[in-house]
């Protein structure tokens, strides 16, 4: 199986940092791989698709990259509403989700 | 406008089966797949499984022994049934559309299921 693991688990910054989380797979999944966004007591939201792809309605200062087995998400001036855990998600060779990464303003 | 709503019971006992509703509005079942995906407290997401437009349904391979998707087109409906639940169980268990083998674009809220005696 392969393995997603996202770091750091906690990550604290300031408004107006830019602020990049990392989800790393055990092996290449091809660029199938998804961000999601989860605000205290709420359901998933998807930021993300196929790496790069900014779903609609998503604010463009969000971006993913990567290729392989590495892949980032970038916001490029935290915003105080962006307080989440996000979450990465492979699609390749089954659905899995990494553990998350916990965003905090300093 | 598409709404994804899960229903069900909040408390079950260990043992017993759980089962829930996702009613959706806004799209067609058969056009349209569905994901059950759960969070236990304070934990990640964990993929249960899918049942596709077709009808057909996959699932996570560690759970496959006790879960059972099913759908009511006519009612725009999802069903999971799980059994022989656990404390291990408990958690919010999310619908959500997915597309293909990929990624799921609309969530429900989710229900809070604790499995205690």
Redesign the interface.
């Known amino acids: 199986d392969i393995q997603m693991t996202q770091s750091p688990s906690l990550l604290s910054a300031s408004v107006g940092d830019r602020v990049t989380l990392s989800c790393k797979a055990s092996q290449s999944i091809y660029n199938?791989l998804?961000w999601?966004q989860q605000k205290l007591g709420?359901?998933?939201?998807?930021l993300i698709?196929d790496a790069n792809s900014l779903?609609t309605g998503i604010p463009s200062r969000f971006s993913g990259s990567g290729s392989g087995t590495d892949y980032t998400l970038t916001i490029s001036s935290l915003q105080p509403e962006d307080v989440a855990t996000y979450?990465c998600?492979k699609?390749y060779s089954g659905?899995?989700?990494?553990?998350?990464t916990k965003l905090e303003i300093k | 406008q598409v709404q994804l709503k899960e229903s069900g019971p909040g408390l079950v006992q260990p043992s017993q089966t759980l089962s829930l509703t996702c009613t959706v509005s806004g799209l067609s079942l058969t056009s349209n797949s569905v994901s059950w995906i759960r969070q236990p407290p304070g934990k990640g997401l964990e993929w249960m499984g899918v049942i596709w437009s077709n009808g057909g349904t996959d699932y996570n391979s560690a759970i496959k022994s006790r879960l059972s998707i099913s759908r009511d087109t006519s009612k725009s409906q999802v069903f999971l049934k799980m059994n022989s639940l656990q404390t291990e169980d408990t958690a919010m268990y999310f619908c959500a559309r997915i597309l293909q083998w990929s990624h799921f674009d609309y969530w429900g809220q989710g229900v809070m299921v604790t499995v205690s005696s």
């Open positions: 199938s998804a999601y709420e359901a998933p939201k998807l698709y779903q979450f998600q699609y659905l899995t989700f990494g553990s998350g």
